[in-house]
T-cell receptor, first 113, second 111 residues
Framework: GQSLEQPSEVTAVEGAIVQINCTYQTSGFYGLSWYQQHDGGAPTFLSYNALDGLEETGRFSSFLSRSDSYGYLLLQELQMKDSASYFC??????????????FGKGTTLSVSS | DTAVSQTPKYLVTQMGNDKSIKCEQNLGHDTMYWYKQDSKKFLKIMFS???????INETVPNRFSPKSPDKAHLNLHINSLELGDSAVYFC??????????FGSGTRLTVV
């Protein structure tokens, strides 16, 4: 079966650094994505890793190790507005085969002052 | 300009009723999706359309019927609503292999 595991909750203080891990077991792998969702809002795209290594976008970075079926989202200089749910997602089939993202169950990040 | 818009935002209805949710995207994306998010925030794919053609139909009761009149629109019709259908339904679109843009969601409550 397909599964993505990520911690259910993480807490941190403003200004800190937090890492949200994601391990996946899928029949195929065509990239790991991260999405942010505030309460009552829609998921929004944060980052995408198709190849091993680190991708940096401002305060957020995402890492992938395909050999370990593992990735993480790193959030630096945390702000109160970063309090949200974070989802890792995997595309398990190539585009031609018809595909949709499989989402993890989400990690709720709470940032306190 | 809203990129992916879905209506209505809230829907409260009685068991047994039939309801529809509409979705439109102005991003020029080829692929559109319906996801269901349950009370535990789990996002599960229901359907995917590519250029009006159904390409993914997950294990969803046949009371749910998607319809895509053109590649910018994907609607969801639900017959004989049940209590367990209560959830937030998200429409999304993406370019081929690209990141998703989600609509704001429709919170469906069946009473």
């Amino acid at each position: 079966g397909q599964s993505l595991e990520q911690p259910s909750e993480v807490t941190a203080v403003e200004g800190a650094i937090v890492q949200i891990n994601c391990t996946y077991q899928t029949s195929g792998f065509y990239g790991l994505s991260w999405y942010q969702q505030h309460d009552g809002g829609a998921p929004t795209f944060l980052s995408y890793n198709a190849l091993d290594g680190l991708e940096e976008t401002g305060r957020f970075s995402s890492f992938l190790s395909r050999s370990d079926s593992y990735g993480y989202l790193l959030l630096q200089e945390l702000q109160m507005k970063d309090s949200a749910s974070y989802f890792c997602a995997v595309r398990d089939r190539g585009w031609q085969a018809g595909t949709a993202l499989i989402f993890g169950k989400g990690t709720t990040l709470s940032v306190s002052s | 300009d809203t990129a992916v818009s879905q209506t209505p935002k809230y829907l409260v209805t009685q068991m047994g009723n039939d309801k529809s949710i509409k979705c439109e995207q102005n991003l020029g994306h080829d692929t559109m999706y319906w996801y269901k998010q349950d009370s535990k925030k789990f996002l599960k794919i229901m359907f995917s359309y590519n250029n009006k053609e159904l390409i993914i139909n997950e294990t969803v009761p046949n009371r749910f019927s998607p319809k895509s009149p053109d590649k910018a629109h994907l609607n969801l019709h639900i017959n004989s609503l049940e209590l367990g259908d209560s959830a937030v339904y998200f429409c999304a679109s993406s370019p081929q292999g690209g990141g998703y843009t989600f609509g704001s969601g429709t919170r469906l409550t069946v009473v």
